[in-house]
């Protein structure tokens, strides 16, 4: 796998995919920010919670990984949180893992700081310090899971970096504090400055988690080789280190953020709805 990647914007002139994901990831970092504030403040709580356990009037939205931790280790089934688990889970298994490119906060701050960092280094090459075996995902989700059932605690509750962001803003609205915990996001956007997306590639469970499901999910970036030149831009642009001209966007590594689509001036790229499932040797990827 590459170790680099050009941090200049994409030379494409249809750039509408960058515009709408970046501000769909502000909106839903403004909305854990104004959440507690309309709530403690305002009273105002039609929207309660933040991305572990989400509550829109009657609509309960549950993070995956957390209920099946819960049910994992209480051995138990609520079926309230089964019912809350189902929205996220229908939407990871059709379109992928949008919740990782399109809504998470931790996806927001390694945004921002990969903008300033492409701002701070113009057009020199960035050199992505820290390129590891993408199979490290799979192995961090079976690893969280079974130390939580050794543990006998649902570890990703209390330290899921995506749910801390919204668990710190809470703590700050209701109890002027924060958590020791929230530390973790600190490490995550630090690590952000020497290389890519780092925690999302290699060590989210959640994304982990969201990435198999979505597997044999319909939208897919399409390679049309019949338009490919073979220049790269893609490779380079994939924030998850991903070859989309080898045809890795079908690999449940993709999480469909439209970069490459976006940096092709041949448009040999585009999202294609699948009528039928992805084949199964592109399931899980087989390339490190
Ligand atoms: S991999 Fe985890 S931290 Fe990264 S975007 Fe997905 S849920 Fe958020
Ligand atoms: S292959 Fe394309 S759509 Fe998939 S993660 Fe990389 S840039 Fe995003």
Same mark, same amino acid.
């Given at each position: 796998m590459k170790g680099t990647a050009?941090?200049?914007?994409?030379?494409?002139s249809d750039r509408s995919l960058r515009t709408m994901r970046r501000c769909l990831l502000a909106a839903a970092f403004l909305l854990l920010i104004l959440t507690p504030l309309l709530n403690y403040y305002a009273g105002i709580t039609f929207i309660q919670g933040w991305y572990?356990?989400?509550?829109?009037?009657?609509?309960?939205?549950i993070s995956p990984l957390e209920g099946l931790e819960s049910i994992l280790v209480s051995r138990q089934i609520y079926v309230p949180v089964l019912i809350g688990m189902l929205a996220p889970l229908v939407l990871a298994a059709l379109l992928g893992r949008v919740f990782c490119s399109w809504v998470c906060p931790i996806s927001f701050l390694a945004e921002a700081v990969a903008t300033l960092r492409a701002w701070i280094m113009r057009k020199k090459r960035f050199h992505d310090r820290l390129v590891l075996g993408k199979r490290l995902l799979w192995y961090a989700l079976v690893g969280e899971l079974?130390?939580?059932l050794v543990l006998g605690a649902p570890l990703f509750v209390f330290l899921s970096p995506p749910g801390l962001v919204g668990r710190e803003l809470m703590l700050a609205v209701y109890s002027h504090r924060l958590a020791w915990e929230g530390i973790l996001v600190v490490g995550i956007v630090v690590l952000e400055l020497l290389t890519r997306r780092f925690y999302c590639r290699y060590f989210c469970p959640l994304g982990a988690l969201l990435a198999l499901v979505g597997a044999k999910r319909r939208l897919v970036?399409?390679?049309?080789?019949?338009? $490919?030149?073979? $220049?790269?831009? $893609?490779?380079?642009?994939c924030p998850l280190g991903l070859r989309p001209e080898l045809g890795e966007t079908r690999t449940a590594y993709c999480w469909n953020c439209g970069t490459c689509i976006e940096s092709c001036p041949d448009r040999a790229l585009q999202f294609t709805w699948q009528t039928s499932t992805l084949p199964l040797s592109n399931e899980i990827g087989n390339k490190d």
């Open positions: 050009l941090e200049s914007p994409p030379k494409s572990q356990s989400l509550g829109i009037g009657e609509l309960r939205l079974l130390l939580s970036v399409a390679h049309r080789p019949d338009r $490919c030149t073979g $220049c790269a831009r $893609c490779a380079q642009a």
